[in-house]
């Protein structure tokens, strides 16, 4: 297992966490898995022994449910596995029950601490972008839990690339602590990521922890053209995430995956994994797994190496066109880009 620097911090994380959102597995998470203790004892094991040494998880999942089995599922060994949760989803129907005010924010860190049973949060997420509550409330509020020791490092998830400058540039200016990543999703299926959120990561020494690496599943190989995939899979259910506005565009990369697979003698998934993997900025790969053998295939990919023949073909096949203002910046500004821009543009302008 490689271990990789989170952004511009001194955490050192494996390129694999192991993610919880089927941990539980109600309401709405119960299409993606239904682990109890026992199954998340065994999933969080096999990851340990393939070097995984982040849990990522959320209050919101399974309300509540995910954390309270990940600090029951970990016991002591808690001490050597960095924990990493979020807030700001709903976790009740009042006013103040959601977002990320000073007072969701104090509240719901300390009712995650307790269900995680600990009494620290390695990594503190924001879920989500508040655009009704004013950016240095929300970042004075995280400062505060670093400062009382409860969180360790502050990172952002979903945000828009002109939220997370605006919030970098609060931290700054009020000298708190800043973000340290973004969790984001970004995959072969869609690599809208790479436009802004990869760049702005490069330029800002921001981790990219990758949510959804298989894009839910549909690049795993077993959703193929004019086939349907396995029963109890995800994406037979009425599971929406990621949508998927290329259908084409996708069965075509899922037949380059399963190619490429068979010339490693290994799964799609695997190669699906390894290429976001190689990509820059990409700190880690949050993997979700609703069976251990699906666990047991994703933390080998930690171990595949894609020629660069293998990862320009999956460039090509998931390509889309550039957007503006960058198809402009590629034609008209070659000569003033820097190392950020060139992630994007590079091999668009020859
Ligand atoms: N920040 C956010 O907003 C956000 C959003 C979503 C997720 N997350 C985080 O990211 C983690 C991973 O998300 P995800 O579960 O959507 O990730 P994913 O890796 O894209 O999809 C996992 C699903 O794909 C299928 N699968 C996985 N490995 C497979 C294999 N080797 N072969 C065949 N099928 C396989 C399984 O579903 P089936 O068996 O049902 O097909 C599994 O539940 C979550 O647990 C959570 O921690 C964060």
């Known amino acids: 297992m490689e271990y990789r620097q989170l952004g511009a911090s001194g955490l050192r994380v494996s390129t694999i966490t192991l993610g919880t959102m089927g941990f539980g597995g109600t309401g709405w998470a119960s299409a993606v898995g239904q682990i109890g203790v026992e199954g998340a004892r065994r999933q969080i094991g096999l990851a340990r022994d393939a070097g995984v040494n982040m849990i990522d998880t959320a209050d919101v999942y399974s309300n509540g449910l995910s954390e ?22 709903p976790m009740g129907d009042g006013p103040n029950d959601a ?16 269900r995680l ?8 997420q924001v879920h989500e972008w508040d655009g009704q509550t004013p950016l240095q409330e929300t970042l004075a509020a995280l400062d505060d839990l670093v400062h009382a020791g409860k969180v360790r490092y502050i990172g952002a998830s979903n945000y828009a690339a002109w939220h997370l400058m ?11 602590n800043r973000f340290v990543s ?17 760049p702005v990561s490069l330029d800002q020494g921001l981790g990219i922890l990758v949510w959804s690496p298989l894009a839910g599943g549909l690049l795993s190989g077993k959703y193929r053209r004019g086939t349907t995939a396995p029963e109890g899979s995800r994406h037979l259910s009425d599971w929406d995430e990621p949508p998927v506005n290329d259908e084409d565009r996708l069965y075509n990369t899922i037949e380059l995956l399963i190619e490429i697979a068979e010339l490693h003698s290994t799964s799609a998934a695997q190669v699906a994994l390894a290429y976001t993997m190689a990509k820059p900025g990409v700190t880690s790969l949050i993997v979700g797994a609703r069976t251990e053998q699906q666990l047991a295939d994703n933390l080998a990919a930690a171990d595949l190496q894609l ?4 990862i320009s073909r999956l460039d090509a096949v998931s390509a889309e066109p550039l957007r503006y203002p960058f198809w402009h910046q590629a034609k008209t500004s070659s000569d003033r880009l820097g190392p950020a821009d060139l992630s994007l543009l590079g091999r668009h302008i020859g």
Do not use: C, F, P, W
């Open 68 to 89: 309270e089995i990940v600090g029951k599922a970990l016991g002591a060994g808690r001490e050597d596995m960095l924990l990493a949760t979020k807030v700001r989803m």
């Open 99 to 114: 977002g990320l005010s000073r007072h969701h924010i104090m509240r719901a860190a300390e009712a995650s601490l307790r």
């Open 117 to 124: 049973g600990t009494d620290y949060i390695d990594l503190y």
């Open 166 to 176: 605006k919030a970098l540039g609060v931290s700054e200016l009020r000298n708190y």
């Open 182 to 198: 973004q969790q984001i999703y970004y995959s072969l299926q869609n690599r809208d990521a790479e436009s802004e959120l990869v």
């Open 307 to 310: 020629s660069a023949d293998d």
